[in-house]
């Protein structure tokens, strides 16, 4: 069993060294510039990089569904704002949450804690991925592409991309293989309870045109399979630089 298993390490490592063919590199950027095509066109992508999207949902995280509403505004691939309202049986409580940079802060009513360096860390990597969902950034020559293959997703048949960068996790994107709209996104991410990487799967559906660029109105986001979080997006707004205020200590 040990040499199995070392034998299966050894075919594994030697998988993962063999570069991108260039033709299976060139395949995937085909994929992505439909789907940049699909969702308003590199150029529309480009002028407005930062985001506004009010939400309202339910929170499956703890076992049980908790509503909550917010505001996850955006600005490039380190700064993100999550204001939200979370109703825990009745009770209100206002949460933010604030990552800049190599700086980050929680603030739960009226306590605020500022992140440590793994937490900073974490945040960050999921701002990166959410980032790269935008698919503006993609056409960046520094991001290895390469397909991953057709699959069936929420009865849609897919087409997918795997994005590759150094010193960051690996993000898989499903494209719907008629219209090029992004229907799923996966990737790890550390789980808040245990610390420990789970896989992440964000469907997304129901598009909407919003300044020229097409937005997913409905999210679904599983964990390890489970159910996380649902909800839909009320308003999207795009602008090209947030107000400096919005990612400062809350």
């Known amino acids: 069993m040990t040499r199995f298993r070392l034998a299966l ?27 940049v095509k699909a969702h308003g066109g590199q150029d529309s992508l480009d002028k407005l990089p930062a985001s506004a999207t009010t939400f309202k949902g339910t929170f ?5 569904g908790i509503p909550i509403t917010g505001t996850v505004s955006t600005q490039g691939s380190d700064k993100q704002r999550v204001e939200m309202e ?62 991953i293959g057709e699959t069936k997703i929420e009865g849609k048949t897919t087409l997918g991309v795997k994005v590759s960068s150094k010193g960051h996790r690996d993000v898989d994107l499903y494209f ?18 245990t610390g420990q990487e789970v896989s992440e799967e ?31 997006s009320t308003e999207v707004v795009l602008s090209e630089k947030l107000d400096k205020s919005t990612f400062e200590k809350p």
């Open 86 to 147: 979370v109703d825990a049986g009745g009770m209100k409580i206002p949460i933010i949450i604030v990552v800049a940079g190599d700086k980050g802060w929680t603030k739960i009513a009226k306590d605020v804690t500022e992140m440590d360096k793994d937490q900073v860390a974490e945040a960050k990597e999921q701002a990166y991925a959410a980032w790269l969902t935008t698919l503006a950034p993609l056409a960046d020559k520094k991001l290895t592409l390469a397909t």
């Open 60 to 64: 499956h995280g703890m076992g049980e």
């Open 9 to 35: 390490l050894a075919v594994g490592f030697a998988l993962a060294t063999v570069p991108v063919r260039a033709d299976d590199a060139a395949d995937a950027r085909k994929l992505v510039e439909k789907a």
């Open 202 to 232: 964000s469907f997304l559906a129901e598009y909407k045109a919003a300044q020229g660029v097409q937005h997913a109105m409905k999210f679904t986001v599983k964990r390890n399979g489970k159910l996380f979080l649902e909800g839909e």
């Open 176 to 193: 719907d293989k008629t219209s090029g709209l992004l229907v799923k996104s996966e990737t790890r991410v550390k789980d808040d309870a």
